[in-house]
């Protein structure tokens, strides 16, 4: 890249419907993860927690729905994959058990996390009205991962090695989203 850019020119245009193509498919797929959570551990003890989360979840995704009508943006073409991963994976990890749904969530939820400090350093002054709604988004995720711990998610069988292998996938979602 050769010199500041100015906000609205295509470099930055871009650059910023990719932000909102794969926070969108993020936060679709977290709703899906606790979609699929709740259709295994709905009437368990953690119901109510994972519902209060599923619900901020709604909110990022509605607000990202509306960024994209308004800009313009394409969805990524791997929603309908993200659509069944993400239920999949909450599903899979909830069958595990309450403390592994809560290793699942602690998981992307730290992914997201680093994900969106990425976005918000990378948007510089380039877009305050986004970068405010991820700025407000990413607290609510590390509430999420906070929820996730006070939950006995470290307590989960093999978290180590779960924890790690849904960051990898996480990480890998994102950056197909990002491309495709
Ligand atoms: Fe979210
Ligand atoms: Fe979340």
């Given amino acids: ?38 259709a295994v ?17 709604r909110r990022h995704l ?3 729905d509306r960024l ?9 073409v791997l929603s309908p ?5 993400g239920f999949a994976l909450g599903a899979a990890t909830a069958l595990l058990g309450e403390r592994a749904a809560m290793a699942c969530t602690v998981a992307v939820e730290e992914t997201i996390d680093a994900h969106y400090a990425a976005q918000i350093a990378a948007l510089g002054d380039s877009d305050p009205a986004l970068k405010s709604a991820i700025a407000e988004f990413r607290d609510d ?9 006070a939950h006995g998610a470290e307590d ?6 779960m924890t790690g292998l849904i960051k990898l996938g996480a990480r890998a979602a994102i950056w197909l989203s990002e491309r495709f």
């Fill in 141 to 149: 995720e590390l509430e999420h991962r906070a929820t996730g711990l």
């Fill in 156 to 161: 989960a069988p093999g978290y180590e090695a």
């Fill in 1 to 38: 890249m050769s010199g500041p850019r100015l906000p609205g020119d295509p470099g930055t245009r871009e650059r910023i419907a990719r932000m909102v193509r794969v926070d969108h498919a993020g936060e679709q797929g977290a709703r899906r993860i606790y979609d699929g959570q709740l």
């Fill in 68 to 76: 994209m009508v308004e800009r313009r943006v394409r969805p990524t």
């Fill in 41 to 57: 551990l709905g009437k368990s003890g953690v119901a109510p927690a994972i519902r209060r989360m599923a619900e901020q979840e």
């Fill in 62 to 64: 509605e607000h990202f």
């Fill in 81 to 85: 994959l993200w659509h069944v991963a």
